[in-house]
């Protein structure tokens, strides 16, 4: 129920839902036009979640707001933010993606980081239960690329091979099963992957010949 902009100054803008202050310009009122974030700039990369948001920072740290019931804005509380707050033990990141309510980072060494909601597996950490600081995925080395579902986790390795994890309701895991898991599980037939992407309850991948697949 919102949107984000980055613009090319670095600034971060917002418009739409903001009751969980996910807009970050410190208020729980909706906009019908773009509202700049809160002291927030320099800013390489942006994510939206259900109901909050994150941005990485040129210098390094990513900071989130919005709604945390679960945890999703990875500072150690449950308290929601209509300001951006700092994740914590969080450096060295490349990318970020926001899940229904659970957050991923890709790290500069090729692992992954998760915080937030848990119960189907989506941390990949090998538990369910909920994380307000980022944990690591396990047995998840060499990532090159991240996306999720609503409460599902995908990444891409370097070697071209899909993994996810999480929400497997829809067979959205692609691992010809629809059985959750809370580790990575690699995707069934399919390798040379691109890049990835997931929906509510379905995933996609991009191929480097230039096809696109789908499951869920």
Known sequence: GHSLANRFDGSVWAWG????????????????????????????????????????RSNGPVLAWGRNDFGQ????????????????????????????????????????????RNDFGQL?????SNSTVPVQVKNLNGA????????????????????????NSSGQLGNGTTSNSTIPIQVKDLNDVVTIAGGGHHSLALKSEGTAWAWG
């Open 17 to 56: 839902g903001n009751a969980f202050g996910q807009l970050g310009n410190g208020t729980t009122i909706n906009s019908s036009i773009p509202v700049q974030i809160n002291n927030l700039s320099g800013v390489l990369a942006i994510a939206g979640g259900g109901f909050h948001c994150l941005a990485l």
């Open 73 to 116: 804005l990875g500072n150690g509380t449950t308290s929601n933010s209509n300001v951006p707050v700092q994740v914590k033990n969080l450096n060295g990141v490349v990318t970020i993606a926001g899940g229904g309510f659970h957050c991923l980072a890709l790290m500069s060494n090729g692992t992954v980081l998760a915080w937030g």
């Open 144 to 167: 090159a690329a991240i996306d999720r579902g609503r409460f599902s986790s995908l990444a891409t390795k370097s070697n071209g091979t899909a993994w996810a994890w999480g929400d």
């Open 124 to 128: 990949g950490n090998g538990t369910t």
